[in-house]
Structure formats: structure tokens, C-alpha cells
């Protein structure tokens, strides 16, 4: 290299920001296949979306990258706590992970991912496993493939290979770990719950309301929360995400039904908590690390707080019970603090992940990321995975599988080859609720707050202490950052048993 170093590290974030602009392309064309374009646009999408993935791969894997990468390594201490230092240390990472990658194999995963969500969602709709199953080898034998490029630690396994693209660090025997202790404790809290005499009312969800009153209701509610609409959309898709393409542009996505008021605003609100988090980024970093998030896992962290923390709290409540009046009038007149909290807080087993409750919905998570793992060593074989699927939920849940509809053709995942995905979403539940606790700690009177429509000091605490460090710590560091403590599984596990006992009778 003949340039300066400050020259090496100003050419790296150049390049890294193409990348990035690449990316955020995709966000946008992402957002409008799944809110505004018509069905016949399909095909020449997925070709768009193609060409952006692969330009994006060969910036972040060309020899250039690397080169600069190299430089900027010998000119600045690296293991600093500085945003330079960072954004070299994760682009490194994702270079070198990049390069591992042989193209035609990053070509193949991708034909085969969009051939094989197709076949899903046909196969999911008859309820037809046989269907599915050869996409479903040839997922797993490309993902296999994928891990092995990658590499593993000599006392890990395949699946930690796959989980570093979502959770940075994560390993199964970490994760296993980790939802041990959860299991027993939630096992033992459901038998309480399921065995108690009082059934939460469930009145406000049958209400019948129109779904445009509705979408101003959670619009109202998402503004209140601090989501900028200067700076953000709110639309509808028939599975709820946020995307979009920058800080300044953030797009999420809510869905309706006639009744099921709290499934509206709670998937509002966990939206929202996606979108705070990526407007809360500063974009003087955009386009490099310190301007994405950390991972998925954290991303969760801030969507389940809003849904649940704030928006399934007896405060919350008592600030939403008159608004939920005002915006629907007389048809809401019977639903009281009381009967809304109650609603928002029922626990039922199912067969649905999308449809738990807070306390069954990481017993989904569990069966997913056990049958994943089998999957990948070798110990399940796809054909089988109906049967392992169906006696976990008999064994976790007491459920008797009802068919492959909602059993395991339930999930996109796996068609999509997100392989190490699923337990970023348990461990978004423990992230909440651990910093939570220490927001509750720092905060005086933050709860009681909510009551009187305050929640700007909870979003102010998270732009500070998580949103505008990006990709600066990882989630290990984060999370010792802000709560002084690695990640544990008690938090989340006072925070439901003190909540829902009480709401059952106990
Ligand atoms: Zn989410």
C-alpha cells in the first residue's frame, strides 16, 4: 500500500459504504415486495434483488476490501474503544466470512432458497410434508456446506457456523446453556398457570372493530411511543416486519383483523421497537458497522420491550384504556383497565409460534433450535423431522400435533435456509428483559410513568446506553455494558412469574 493510513482507513469506509448503500437498496425493494408491488413484479425482483446481493458480496469480499482492511489494521490499535477501531474489527469479520463463501455456492443457496419458500408455502397450505421434503434436504445439505466454508471452533459444531451470521459469538452449547435453566423454570410456570382456577378475560380481543380506526389507534400509539413519521412509515403486510433502508427512512409493517385488537397493537409495538432502534442509529455512521445494529438478538431486545414490558403492563394500560375509547367509542365502553390488562396477558398453549403468548412462546423457540441443531449434525434426518417435531410439542407443551400445517411447515425459516436464526428470538426475550431490569434501576418511577403516557425517558435510556453505539459492542460486551452482568435467564423469569401468577389468581 502506498497510501497514508488515514487515507487506508477513509478509502475502507468509502468502499464499506457501498456496500452498504447496496444494502439499503435492497431494504427498500424488500419493503415494497411485501407492501405495494403487484404479484406479476414478482420475478423481476427477485432478479433485482439478486443483482444488489451479489454487488454487495463482491465489494465486501474483493481483494481491495481486504487490502484496505489490512492497512487500516496496521495504523490504528485496533482493540481500542474507538468507532474506527470497530468499524475495522467487524469489517474484517465480515470480510473475512465473505471470502470464505465460494459464489456459485452463495448463487445456488440463493435459486434454491426462492424455489424452495415457493414449494413451502404450497406445501404448507395442503398441509403436505412430502411435498416440501426434497427442498428440505437440499437446504440442509447446502447449509451443511455453508458451515463447513465457515469453519468451527474444535469443540463447537455446524450450527454455531450458521448463527454467527445472526447472532455474533453464539455457539449451540451456549445457547443450550442458557435455555436450560429457562426450561425447567417455564415448564414448572406453566403447569401453575394451566392448573390455576382464574382464566385472564380475553373480552377485548372479540370485539369487532374496523380496521381503519384501527390503524389510526396504533399509529396514535407508535407516535406516542417516540417513532418519527417524519422519518418512518407504518403499513400493512401480512406478516409484520421492519425494514426500510436507513435511519432516516424506516419502514415497518402491521396487520389487521376484524377482532384481535391486542394482536394489532402488539405487533405495532413491536415493530415500533424494531424501528426506535434504527432511528435511534446516527447517521453520521450509516452505511458502515457502527451504523447497523448488533445483531438479531438484540434487535429482539428492543421490539419485546415496547410489546411487552411497556405494552403489556398494568401502566400502559391505564394511560391506552381511555384512548382505546376515544378512538372506537361506544363498542369499547365495557373494557375496563382491568379487562384490557387481562387480555393482554393470557397464557394458553398452542401449536402457532407467531400467535404465543410470552411465556409459551420461548417453549417454540426450543424445539426449533434442538431439531435445528440435530439437523445439521447429522442426528436428525429431514425425512424424520415431522415425528421429532411432533413429540417435542407433546413433550414441551402437552400438545398433540394436529397436522404438518401447523406442526413443522409452520415457519419460513428453514425453506429460506436461515439455519441458527430462531434462537436470536429467546435471546432478544432474555436481552429485554435484563436490560429492562436495569432501565427499571436507573429510572425512577419509569413504570408508574407510563401511566401518565411518559415513555420518552425509556427511549431516551436506550438511545443512550444501546441505539447509538450500532455495531460498536458486541452483544456480550453490550450486555455486561449495560447491566454489569453476562446474560442470564433469571430476569426474564422474575419478570413472568411476577406478572402472570397474580394475573391468574396465584
Ligand atoms: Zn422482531
Known amino acids: 500500500m502506498t497510501t497514508t493510513t488515514q487515507d487506508a482507513y477513509s478509502q475502507l469506509v468509502a ?18 415486495q411485501e407492501t405495494t408491488m403487484p404479484p406479476g413484479g414478482a420475478e423481476y425482483r427477485a432478479t433485482q434483488l439478486a443483482l444488489l446481493a451479489r454487488l454487495a458480496h463482491e465489494r ?53 432458497a426462492s424455489a424452495a419458500q415457493h414449494e413451502w408455502a404450497e406445501a404448507r397450505k395442503d398441509s403436505d410434508f412430502r411435498r416440501f421434503l426434497p427442498w428440505l434436504e437440499k437446504t440442509v445439505e447446502l447449509t451443511r456446506r455453508q458451515a463447513e466454508c465457515y469453519g468451527w471452533a474444535e469443540d463447537g459444531e455446524p450450527w454455531d457456523a450458521l448463527a454467527e451470521d445472526y447472532e455474533p459469538g453464539c455457539t449451540a452449547a451456549g445457547v443450550a446453556e442458557v435455555f436450560g435453566p429457562l426450561r425447567d423454570r417455564l415448564k414448572s410456570l406453566l403447569d401453575e398457570l394451566m392448573g390455576a382456577s382464574v382464566r385472564p378475560s380475553g373480552r377485548l380481543d372479540e370485539l369487532e372493530l374496523p380496521q381503519d380506526q384501527q390503524m389510526a389507534f396504533v399509529r396514535d400509539v407508535a407516535g406516542n411511543l417516540g417513532f418519527d413519521f417524519t422519518r418512518g412509515r407504518l403499513d400493512r403486510s401480512t406478516h409484520p416486519f421492519c425494514g426500510g433502508s436507513h435511519c432516516d427512512d424506516v419502514r415497518m409493517t402491521t ?15 413491536h415493530e415500533a421497537g424494531h424501528g426506535l432502534y434504527e432511528q435511534g442509529i446516527p447517521f453520521e455512521h ?7 445494529s448488533v445483531s438479531l438478538g438484540i434487535h429482539e431486545s428492543q421490539s419485546r420491550m415496547w410489546e411487552n414490558q411497556v405494552g403489556r403492563s398494568r401502566s400502559f394500560w391505564e394511560w391506552c384504556t381511555p384512548r382505546l375509547a376515544g378512538h372506537f367509542g361506544d363498542v369499547v ?35 426449533r433450535f434442538e431439531l435445528e441443531r440435530d439437523l445439521m449434525t447429522g442426528n436428525l434426518q429431514p425425512a424424520d423431522l415431522p415425528g421429532a417435531w411432533n413429540e417435542k410439542y ?50 425512577p418511577g419509569l413504570v408508574d410513568g407510563f401511566a401518565e403516557g411518559r415513555f420518552s425517558p ?8 444501546i441505539h447509538r453505539h450500532g455495531r460498536r459492542y458486541t452483544a456480550a460486551q453490550l450486555c455486561e455494558r449495560v447491566t454489569g452482568r453476562p446474560l442470564s435467564a433469571d430476569p426474564l423469569m422474575n419478570y413472568l412469574e411476577g406478572k402472570l401468577r397474580p394475573v391468574h389468581g396465584l
Open 286 to 292: 450509516i452505511g458502515t458497522p457502527c451504523g447497523s
Open 255 to 269: 396487520r389487521f383483523h376484524s377482532g384481535m385488537i391486542i394482536d394489532a397493537l402488539g405487533s405495532t409495538m
Open 458 to 465: 425509556l427511549l431516551d435510556w436506550l438511545r443512550e446506553n
Open 394 to 443: 407433546r413433550d414441551y407443551l402437552g400438545l398433540e400435533v394436529p397436522d404438518d400445517r401447523r406442526g413443522c411447515l409452520q415457519d419460513i425459516h428453514w425453506s429460506m435456509g436461515a439455519i441458527g436464526y430462531f434462537p436470536t428470538y429467546t435471546l432478544g426475550n432474555l436481552y429485554c428483559a435484563q436490560f429492562f431490569d436495569a432501565a427499571c434501576e436507573q429510572i
Open 15 to 32: 468502499l464499506g459504504r457501498e456496500a452498504g448503500l447496496l444494502k439499503s437498496m435492497e431494504g427498500l425493494l424488500g419493503w415494497d
Open 60 to 112: 465486501l469480499s474483493s481483494d481491495e476490501m481486504g487490502e484496505l482492511i489490512s492497512a487500516a489494521e496496521s495504523s490504528i490499535d485496533i482493540e481500542a474503544d474507538t468507532v474506527e477501531a470497530a468499524n475495522v474489527r467487524a469489517w474484517r469479520r465480515d470480510h473475512d466470512r465473505a471470502v470464505k463463501l465460494p459464489s456459485s455456492l452463495v448463487e445456488e443457496q440463493a435459486a434454491t
Open 333 to 367: 365502553s365495557e373494557i375496563d383497565v382491568e379487562a384490557a390488562y387481562q387480555c393482554a396477558n393470557r397464557v394458553a398453549p398452542g401449536f402457532i409460534r407467531v400467535e404465543a403468548d410470552e411465556a409459551t412462546y420461548n417453549m417454540h423457540i426450543m424445539i
